[in-house]
């Protein structure tokens, strides 16, 4: 009975938000590769700038230059060259939503 429940309520989970969860969940997974510079949820405390409710279009636009060489970086080249566009995406989402 319980492991019925519980199968039942994966399933639910699984078809229910699937989508919008499993971009979030990447996202965040994403996001946590960021977090040793950029601070826990893109809150940094040192001299290396927030990611915590930057504007996406502005964060997509950084990551892009970052990864195409246009803008120069000390470390941040390295970093963007592993995402593609639609990962890039994700990740401004995420941190612009954070307060
Ligand atoms: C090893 C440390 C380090 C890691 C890890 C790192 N960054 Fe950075 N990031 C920096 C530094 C330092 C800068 C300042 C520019 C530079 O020197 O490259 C920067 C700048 C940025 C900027 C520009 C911010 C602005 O206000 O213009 C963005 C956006 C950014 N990083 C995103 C990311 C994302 C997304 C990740 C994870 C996928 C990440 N960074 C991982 C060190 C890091």
């Known amino acids: 009975m319980k492991k019925s429940l519980a199968i039942s309520l994966l399933l639910m989970g699984a078809l229910g938000a699937a989508s919008a969860q499993a971009i979030d969940t990447k996202a965040r ?5 960021c977090a040793y510079c950029h601070g826990p949820e893109g ?3 040192g001299a290396i700038p927030s990611l915590a409710g930057l504007e996406k279009g502005y964060f997509v636009e950084q990551m892009k230059a970052f990864r195409d060489g246009s803008r120069p970086g ?4 390295k970093h963007a060259m592993g995402y593609t566009d639609a990962e890039f995406d994700a990740l401004g989402a995420w941190f612009a939503v954070i307060k």
Do not use: E
Not at 29 to 33: D, I, L, T, V
Not at 74 to 77: D, E, F, L, N, R
């Open 74 to 77: 000390t470390v941040m080249q």
């Open 29 to 33: 997974f994403m996001a946590a590769n």
């Open 43 to 45: 809150k940094s405390r």
